[in-house]
């Protein structure tokens, strides 16, 4: 049997080592690499002339002359994230570690249909790297999250039931005409997944988020990674039926959804029928933030109902980490203790007995800063890096 030759790691394999953050020798990258010290010094100058990593001053000399040591520069490219949601568009500019430079955020109906949406986007995209003084040269790429499903290998949304006109919507072709970088798409709650999990919990392997805001849904890190299914559907909490959702009708068309009877639409349409007016979930973060007992009490028992799904969940899926974010996120501890009171009481001690339940660290940022991560992950692949440094 002929055994096909290895392809020896490229330069795209050293910038991945250092990415950690340590400076290297190429003495150090040889060994590690077990390539010759030639090639090595070949793929380092590669990576020197594309600016991707510089000279990061002398290691301890053994005798002789000490050896440089070179790490990577996460400023030598900036990344645009953009976080689509029901009625707002927030899109921030980050370098290459994910740190954001500087952001923007604006009240957008999804609803106004992909064209306008995504002309924002483009438009506010080069205006913020206008500001921050990077020439478009210097963009690695555009993350986008949407807040529907999506097919992640083509970034078209798939029958999305608040954002009439993106069905099918080739989102990367037309950013693309207007920014001419690679555009990535994904569900919004699988980039603020991926914004959590990089920004507090980059050490738990099995993480949920829960986004719970207009809508209800949740992004889920496996193995470090986002696991988005078969169809790309995986997550989608809020459409699973709870005892408590009776003959609530959802808008997906079913009755008694999950979303039907935590999401902040429905938590303000219970709290006007009571006499206390709400339009949203923000109205709803702000009765409880001034006290309101109906509001409170409202929140806990959407806590409560979200608990139920989880803990199913939970015991399916044995997360290490439970992340609650989103706009009902923002009103306090009354809807996470609402979750933690079910999830311990339902789901099995072995599955509980080290889980973590918390809220947003990222906060309003996580979905921004999933996009751009997503976009760096894919840009800075040993395969892409050995393309882009061939250009060079």
Known sequence: MTVAPT???????????????????????ASVTGLARSTVTQRVDALLASGLI????????????PPTTFCF??????????DLGATHARL?????????????RADLEIALGPEAVLDWVADRGRGLLAGAGRGADELLGLGIGLPGPVQHSTGRAVNPPIMPGWDDYDVPGY????????????????????????????????????????????????????????Q????????????????????????????AVASGAALAEVLTAQGVPARGARDVVELSRNGSVPALRALRQA??????????????????????????????????????????????????????????????RAGVIGAAVMVIEHCLSPEHVDALVSRA
Not at 13 to 25: A, I, Q, V
Not at 56 to 65: D, I, L, N, Y
Not at 198 to 207: G, K, V
Request: charged share 20%.
């Open 175 to 230: 950013v693309h005409s207007r920014l001419d970088v690679p555009v990535l798409v994904d569900n919004d709650v699988n980039i603020m997944a991926v914004g959590e999990h990089h920004t507090a919990w980059p050490e738990a392997s099995h993480l949920m988020f829960v986004k719970v805001a207009t809508g209800i849904g949740c992004g889920i890190v496996s193995e470090g990674r986002v696991y988005r299914g078969a």
């Open 92 to 104: 921030a500019l980050t370098d290459m570690s994910g740190s954001v430079l500087a952001e923007e």
């Open 303 to 364: 806590g409560r109902g979200i608990g139920e799904v989880l803990a199913a969940s939970v015991n399916m899926f044995n997360p290490s980490v439970i992340v609650i974010g989103g706009a009902l996120a923002l009103a306090g501890d009354h809807l996470i203790a609402g979750v933690r009171e079910v999830i311990y009481q339902r789901s099995l001690p072995l599955a509980t007995e080290h889980l973590s339940i918390a809220s947003s660290v990222a906060g309003e």
């Open 73 to 82: 520069r996460p400023d030598a490219r900036v990344v645009l994230g953009a």
């Open 232 to 259: 790309g559907a995986a997550g989608d909490m809020g459409h699973i039926h709870v005892p408590s959702g009776a003959d609530r009708p959802c808008r997906c068309g079913n009755t008694g959804c999950l979303e």
């Open 7 to 29: 392809t020896p790691p490229g330069a795209g394999t050293l910038l991945r080592l250092l990415r950690d953050g340590r400076p290297r020798t190429r003495s150090e990258l």
């Open 54 to 65: 510089g000279p990061a001053g002398e290691a301890v000399s053994t005798g002789g002359r």
